[in-house]
């Protein structure tokens, strides 16, 4: 048999072909997430009780039998030798391979075994389809064409989850915090999707709260700097009752006279902290 199997109008290497039934690693890797970790577990039992659940399959326009759910157990089975699988078509009109995976999508959230949190993961798998079509759909309406029904990503992933719309969103919250600790926490299952996100607001309201206190720390410094310079410039006068004028108000604290304005600058650098009115004595 061809190394290579044409699908859909495409062709594709084939992993597996064995005992009339054949993988190819687009879908063979597709949804190993809530079964990977499992494997040696389940090849155990496989081999003390034989398998039980049938390997799902898709019959290809050529006759090929395309395996679509069970690419764990069949792997078993391959490496156990075991023949006589128990396997059941599945008949969907199927136009292209995102198609298939949709549908395996969908059929692994159906499985009860499944945790909320595998069953979230396993439909954003297919998100990028849905915000597709959520695009597609505004690009028709753009034109003038009828769209039916406007698509709500969120809402879409929660139905192929079975889970509530608000899950779904709290969920996408905490993915996308970058919270490393609360994220493993809850994908382990340590923290419910509730509580993990309850914490990612708290956490990100600190942060806020640490941004504000240090922005109003900067602008008052700055502010105090700006009102520090301004108390100090010098105020320079035009003749000396005008100086004599502010030191009687109390404005100044002190009144230089001088014809060269340069030995100002040495006596601010001197008593930087006195307040001082200064008039430049002319020739």
Same mark, same amino acid.
């Given at each position: ?17 064995? !005992? ?7 879908? &063979?890797?597709?949804?190993? +997430? ?19 659940? *049938? ?11 395309? =395996? ?23 008949? !969907? ?54 769209? !039916?029904?406007? =698509?709500?990503?969120? +809402? !879409? ?17 905490? =993915? ?30 600190? &942060? ?25 410039? *010098? ?19 002190? +009144? ?15 008593? *930087? ?11």
């Amino acid at each position: 048999m061809s190394n290579i199997i044409q699908l859909l109008g495409q062709s594709y290497n084939i992993s597996h072909h064995y !005992e009339g039934l054949t993988t190819i690693s687009e879908l &063979e890797s597709y949804l190993t +997430l809530a079964d990977i970790n499992r494997y040696s577990q389940l090849k155990a039992d496989i081999e003390k009780n034989g398998i039980n659940a *049938p390997i799902l399959y898709h019959t290809t326009a050529n006759g090929i039998k395309l =395996v679509i759910d069970g690419h764990i157990r069949l792997k078993a089975c391959i490496e156990l030798e075991i023949s006589d699988i128990p396997t059941k078509e599945i008949k !969907e009109d199927f136009e292209t391979l995102s198609d298939i995976q949709f549908w395996m999508v969908k059929n692994q959230c159906q499985r009860r075994n499944l945790t909320q949190i595998h069953k979230i993961q396993l439909a954003c798998l297919h998100e990028e389809k849905i915000q597709q079509t959520a695009k597609d759909n505004l690009v028709n309406a753009g034109k003038g064409n009828k769209v !039916e029904k406007a =698509v709500d990503t969120l +809402l !879409e992933i929660a139905k192929i989850a079975n889970v509530g719309r608000t899950t779904v969103a709290r969920y996408k919250k905490v =993915v996308s915090s970058g919270l490393v600790d609360i994220i493993e926490k809850m994908i382990t299952e340590d923290l419910s999707i509730s509580s993990a996100y309850k914490q990612v607001q708290k956490a990100i309201k600190n &942060e806020l709260n640490a941004t504000m206190k240090t922005e109003v720390q900067e602008e008052t410094q700055i502010e105090s700097e700006v009102i520090e310079t301004e108390i100090h410039k *010098p105020q320079y006068v035009n003749d000396i009752n005008a100086g004599m004028h502010l030191l009687r108000g109390n404005e100044v604290e002190c +009144l230089i006279m001088t014809k060269d304005e340069n030995k100002v600058n040495d006596f601010v650098s001197q008593q *930087p902290n006195v307040k001082y009115a200064v008039f430049i004595i002319e020739d």
